[in-house]
C-alpha cells in the first residue's frame, strides 16, 4: 500500500492534538509494514549465500539453514532467539514478528509433534511467505497468522 492509498479518517477525534498523535503513530507503523511487505515481496530467500550469512553471524548454523525452505529466510535476522529461549519438546511457542517463519519452523523441530509453535505477524504479503514455506517442511504443528 502507498501513501495515496492511505486512509485516517478513522481517527477522528474532538481534541485536534490527540488525533495529529493518533495519525503519527499510525503512520509509523503503516510505514514499517510498507517496508517489510516490500522486502516479502521481493526476491530475497535462504538461497543466497549473502542472505545465509546474515543468519551465520547471528549463530544459526549451517545445519540449521539447511532445514529452510527458500522462502522463510530474508537475511531479516537481528538476533537468535533459538539459541537462547531454550525451548523443550511438547511446549507453545508464539513468535511475535515471525516474518517469513524461520525461526517458527526451526522451533517447530524442538517442541516436535506434542508442542505448537504460533507465529504472528503484522504484514500479510510476510505470513503469505510463511505459509508457503509450511507444506515444504510438513510442519502440522506450526501456524502463522497475523
Ligand atoms: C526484522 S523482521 C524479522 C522477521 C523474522 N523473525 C526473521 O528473523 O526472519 C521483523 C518482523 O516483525 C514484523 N513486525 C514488526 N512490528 C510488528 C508488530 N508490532 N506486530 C507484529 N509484527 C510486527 C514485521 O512485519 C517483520 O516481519
Do not use: H
Not at 37 to 44: D, Q
Amino acid at each position: 500500500m502507498g501513501d495515496g492509498d492511505r486512509d485516517y479518517s478513522d481517527l477522528e477525534d474532538s481534541n485536534p492534538k490527540q488525533r495529529s498523535s493518533k495519525v503519527t503513530e499510525r503512520m509509523i507503523i503503516d510505514d514499517v509494514r510498507d517496508q517489510y511487505a516490500g522486502v516479502a515481496r521481493g526476491g530475497l530467500s535462504n538461497e543466497s549465500t549473502a542472505v545465509r550469512s546474515i543468519a551465520a553471524a547471528f549463530g544459526y548454523s549451517e545445519e540449521e539453514l539447511n532445514q529452510l525452505p527458500a522462502e522463510a529466510n530474508m537475511g531479516l535476522s537481528c538476533g537468535n532467539p533459538l539459541a537462547l529461549a531454550g525451548i523443550r519438546d511438547a511446549e507453545v511457542v508464539v513468535d511475535l514478528g515471525c516474518g517469513g517463519g524461520m525461526d517458527v519452523f526451526l522451533a517447530a523441530n524442538k517442541v516436535g509433534p506434542r508442542g505448537r509453535v504460533i507465529g504472528i505477524d503484522m504484514t500479510a504479503e510476510m505470513l503469505d511467505r510463511a505459509r508457503a514455506a509450511a507444506p515444504l517442511l510438513c510442519a502440522p504443528n506450526s501456524s502463522s497468522r497475523r
